[in-house]
């Protein structure tokens, strides 16, 4: 399966926590990084988190930063978003995805996205 596998999203309220987790199938050439991205309802997707397959380079959108920590686990090919202190405004769809990125608002990113995971925090 190519198509990367994303699981931990639910309801919360304002204030609370949730730890996502993402599964994909294996390192994708040209792209070093494993990044987080989400689609508010009714908006854009946009970048969340990224973290290099590599080292511990990390990059974080303004909105995230303090609250979400990524971090991955090589050996199972998986990817992780520790969520905290969840505002409303962070409900959304969230994905991952391999990623090549320039900076947080330069990226590219594979052609294989899954069917993300529902992320709803109540106010």
């Known amino acids: 399966q190519v198509q990367p596998v994303e699981s931990g999203g639910g309801l919360v309220q304002t204030g609370g926590s949730l730890r996502l987790s993402c599964a994909v199938s294996?390192?994708?050439?040209?792209?070093?990084?494993l990044g987080w991205f989400r689609r508010p309802p009714g908006k854009e997707r946009e970048f969340v988190a990224a973290i290099r397959w590599s080292g511990g380079r990390t990059y974080y959108a303004d909105s995230v930063k303090g609250r979400f920590t990524i971090s991955r686990d090589n050996a199972k090919n998986t990817v992780y978003l520790q969520m905290n202190s969840l505002k409303p405004e962070d409900t959304a769809v969230y994905y991952c995805?391999?990623?090549?990125?320039?900076?947080?608002?330069?990226?590219?990113?594979?052609?294989?996205w899954g069917q993300g995971t529902q992320v709803t925090v109540s106010s």
């Open positions: 995805n391999q990623a090549q990125m320039y900076t947080t608002d330069s990226y590219a990113t594979s052609g294989y």
């Open positions: 294996g390192r994708i050439g040209g792209f070093a990084d």
